[in-house]
């Protein structure tokens, strides 16, 4: 089987204030869901920019979903 299609991806973007990705300080809530979607054994990626928005995908593996 295909990799690809044994995972489940999802995407949730905005169009607000973004915030600077390259900041080592996080706030609770990226901890929060890079946690949780490490526990099931997937993961995250967080892409935004100040002024233009944020984008968040996640992957997990199709027998954890």
């Known amino acids: 089987a295909s990799p690809l299609r ?3 991806k999802r995407q949730v973007s ?7 990705t ?3 300080r996080r706030g609770i809530g990226l901890k929060n ?3 949780r979607v490490k ?7 967080f892409e935004s920019k100040s ?11 199709q027998e954890r979903v």
Do not use: E, H
């Open 39 to 45: 526990d099931l054994k997937g993961s995250v990626v």
């Open 51 to 61: 002024g233009k928005g944020t984008t968040v995908r996640v992957f997990l593996p």
């Open 6 to 8: 044994d995972v489940y």
């Open 33 to 35: 869901i890079t946690s």
């Open 22 to 24: 390259s900041r080592q």
């Open 14 to 20: 905005d169009n607000g204030k973004g915030f600077d």
